[in-house]
């Protein structure tokens, strides 16, 4: 079919697939109506009867919908509204400003990436945005305090700056003592933290509290558990005493024993982390331990969220129309656990030149936007962009949910990130091309796959990738219900998000996963 409903055509049959692997994911095989008998399919069309019919199920949910005998396509333009391009949907074309469509200007940095079927492949897509960011010029180091450096990535390795330890330092409560027993015993003790005790003399000992400084002349340290006084008042190795031996009832302690020497841990200008290292806690109490008080570190990516729409509500339930506004409040602690420093989050409904203001004067380095990502009256982010001289990188993604996703180069050091206004589709886009982009900004080095086996089969899209939210239940992943791209109840229910390959997948497969990094996951 051509002409101008062709592409309204095609995409009431994506909505349908769509709810369609909705329907039958969430019944999960159960609770099917008796199988009807089916006319042989023409080569080239759907043959899977679990699609099929979870599509005629939509079709009873949706009266005004093509009846079961009719081909999903024949809806065109003049088809009733419920029928029509619902907002949000990616098109190959963009209103002019005379109202006509027009064609992507390759000066203005189009792609061919913007139909369904030229869409780029979701794993292209997350090479491409970590390619876009390598072509960042090196963002400068900088120093900040250790309290203030975790989670970021160490711009210079860590060198020792003193021995560890410092000095010979006991390893336990007891006594140091000074060679074979039994042992003089000194009235004083050495406490941790006090400058050096005098020497010992062959023969002697004195009580030593863990971590303080060892004597000079000490051999080893006899701890509190293994040692005893005899009636003449002097220190004796009892026959526990580890590393002990015993000749004519003289105990004899391994020399060195629970003394940990100076220099054992490391030596000053030993190199303890390399550079690009992420600082977790540990390393900033090694840090510490080595003498630091400042790290050199590649500082956070700094983001800005542009929330799009009229019809979102900041508070309250929803009303006459109007939706809760859900990703200004998920979006940007989910990257800052990416690793992104938010500078702002700022609202600015279904306005093209506020889109524009607000996208030109931006001095961060990962834009975000949400919703307007298609081609209907309000949605302003193309046009923007191609008034801005920006150039696309992506322009929809073979994925689902999430498909009409993009990434934009707006200046060398610059990017936007254009996510669908759908929940779970947003989240889709955040882990496609904002994750792949800001981790490589960051300076971190990207984990090893995940991967799991499926408990359950998951229905694939005949032709892109699904994105679909797991829990992980022991050494299974298991399908979360709920998992329509307007739905959050499965992902914040779920341990990670499974790629799903098209056409599904089957029970025992092994599916990569992506991490869902929580904010409050170190």
């Not at 993604?397 to 669908?420: F, I, N, S, T, Y």
């Not at 799903?500 to 599916?511: C, I, K, T, W």
């Amino acid at each position: 079919m051509t002409g101008p409903g062709a592409q309204g055509n095609l995409d009431t049959e994506e909505r349908y697939v769509e709810e369609a692997l909705a329907v039958a994911n969430e019944s999960g095989g159960r609770g099917r109506r008796p199988q009807e008998t089916r006319p042989a399919r023409p080569p080239g069309e759907r043959q899977d009867p679990d699609l099929d019919e979870a599509l005629a199920l939509v079709r009873e949910r949706d009266p005004h919908g093509p009846g079961p005998g009719a081909p999903l396509a024949a809806a065109g333009a003049d088809a009733p509204a419920s029928m029509r391009r619902p907002a949000g949907r990616e098109d190959t074309r963009a209103p002019a400003p005379d109202g006509t469509a027009e064609k992507r200007s390759p000066a203005a940095g189009s792609s061919k990436h913007g139909a369904r079927d030229e869409a780029m492949p979701w794993s292209e897509a997350r090479t491409v945005a970590e390619r876009a960011a390598r072509s960042v010029s090196r963002r400068e180091p900088v120093g900040v305090p250790l309290e203030a450096a975790l989670g970021l990535v160490l711009a210079a390795p860590l060198t020792a700056l003193t021995d560890l330890p410092s000095f010979d330092t006991s390893a336990m409560d007891g006594w140091a003592v000074a060679g074979p027993g039994p042992w003089d015993v000194r009235e004083e003790g050495i406490l941790a933290g006090h400058a050096e005790h005098a020497p010992l003399g062959d023969g002697e000992a004195v009580r030593i509290a863990t971590g303080a400084r060892v004597p000079p002349g000490a051999t080893a340290v006899l701890r509190s558990e293994h040692g005893h006084t005899d009636d003449k008042g002097r220190l004796q190795a009892g026959p526990r005493a580890a590393g002990s031996a015993r000749a004519g009832g003289t105990a004899t302690l391994v020399h060195g024993q629970d003394i940990r020497p100076r220099g054992q841990e490391c030596h000053s200008g030993d190199r303890l982390l390399p550079l690009g290292t992420q600082v977790t806690p540990a390393v900033l109490g090694l840090a510490a331990a080595a003498g630091y008080d400042d790290l050199t570190v590649l500082p956070r990516p700094r983001a800005e969220v542009l929330v799009l729409g009229d019809e979102l509500l900041t508070g309250g339930a929803p009303r006459d129309g109007l939706i809760r506004d859900a990703l200004g409040p998920m979006l940007p602690p989910w990257l800052r656990a990416l690793g992104a420093d938010v500078v702002a989050v700022r609202r600015l409904g279904d306005d093209a030149e506020a889109l524009y203001r607000a996208i030109t004067s931006s001095t961060a380095d990962l834009i975000v936007t949400t919703g307007g990502t298609a081609s209907g009256p309000v949605d302003h982010v193309h046009p923007t962009l191609r008034r801005a001289g920006a150039e696309l990188l992506v322009d929809g993604v073979k994925v689902r949910p999430g498909h009409p996703m993009l990434l934009a180069r707006l200046r060398e050091d610059q990017h936007l990130v254009g996510l669908p206004g759908n929940p779970l589709a947003a989240v889709s886009g955040l882990l496609t091309l904002a994750e792949p982009l800001l981790r490589i900004l960051g300076g971190r080095t990207e984990t090893e796959p995940c991967t799991q086996v499926l408990s359950d089969s998951v229905h694939g899209h005949p032709h892109d990738t699904r994105l679909i939210p797991v829990s992980v239940r022991g050494d299974h992943a298991v399908p979360l219900h709920y998992n329509g791209p307007a739905m959050l109840r499965g992902i914040a229910a779920a341990d990670a998000l499974a790629v799903v390959p098209p056409g599904g997948a089957r029970p025992g497969q092994e599916l990569e996963l992506l991490d869902l990094p929580w904010p409050w996951v170190g």
